[in-house]
């Protein structure tokens, strides 16, 4: 079991940046692919970003140019730096961890973020 806590939410203008945190249990360096999602009200959940145990990054188009993810294999973290903040960007933010080898997934319990017009 993989226990995620996400921080570095909060309230900002358009334009500004914010940077999210996730803090995972256990080890997740060569054992897990990260991601992050979020989720708007009314909306579905839909990826940002992943970052694979290879390093391997992918980004949905909305946010290309703009986030970028990382992680910290030593600390146990994954980070989503987001600049050029949108109105359209508010949402929940979760992380996830996939240990791939066994198709399992863990969630966080997201951390909200909204950005004023």
């Known amino acids: 079991q993989v226990q995620l806590v996400e921080s570095g939410g909060g309230l900002v203008q358009a334009g500004g940046s914010l940077r999210l945190s996730c803090v995972a249990s256990?080890?997740?360096?060569?054992?897990?692919?990260m991601a992050w999602y979020r989720q708007a009200p009314g909306k579905q959940r839909e990826l940002v970003a992943n970052i694979f145990s290879g390093g391997n990054l992918n980004y949905a188009e909305s946010v290309k140019g703009r986030f970028t993810i990382s992680r910290d294999n030593v600390k146990n973290t994954v980070y989503l730096q987001m600049n050029s903040l949108k109105s359209e960007d508010t949402a929940v933010y979760y992380c996830?961890?996939?240990?791939?080898?066994?198709?399992?997934?863990?969630w966080g319990k997201g951390t909200q973020v909204t950005v004023s017009s």
């Open positions: 256990t080890s997740i360096d060569s054992m897990y692919d």
């Open positions: 996830r961890a996939t240990r791939y080898s066994v198709g399992v997934n863990y």
